[in-house]
Nanobody, 120 residues
Framework: LQLQASGGGLVQPGGSLRVSCAAS????????VGWFRQAPGKEREGVSCISSRGGSTNYADSVKGRFTISRDYAKNTVYLQMNSLKPEDTAVYYC??????????????WGKGTQVTVSS
């Protein structure tokens, strides 16, 4: 399994952006997929997670109500829709997977990150 994150960019506060995590080599629906982020000088933090198969989701308190994680089975891709973006959302966003898992702890495979910058 290989992951490719994309879709980052520069957006103004209050704007929206959708980042994608495209998988190759295996069917992504067998994996829990998580989005993580790391801002300069800060530790990496979990943002959102979608479980394998069942598709239950969870979010960090800081993004609840603003971010939505979803799967496109046909495209073997997981998305993170980010609305009402704030400057504190600025970070490199990474996606990662864990085989047949209900949560996003101890991830097995990581993709390269995509930079999201929220600034006026």
């Amino acid at each position: 399994l290989q992951l490719q994150a994309s879709g980052g960019g520069l957006v103004q506060p209050g704007g929206s952006l959708r980042v994608s995590c495209a998988a190759s080599g295996s069917a992504l629906d067998n994996y829990a997929v998580g989005w993580f982020r790391q801002a300069p000088g800060k530790e990496r933090e979990g943002v959102s997670c979608i479980s394998s198969r069942g598709g239950s989701t969870n979010y960090a308190d800081s993004v609840k109500g603003r971010f939505t994680i979803s799967r496109d089975y046909a495209k073997n891709t997981v998305y993170l829709q980010m609305n009402s973006l704030k400057p504190e959302d600025t970070a490199v966003y990474y996606c990662a997977t864990k085989f047949l898992a209900s949560g996003c702890v101890g991830m097995d495979v990581w993709g390269k990150g995509t930079q999201v910058t929220v600034s006026s």
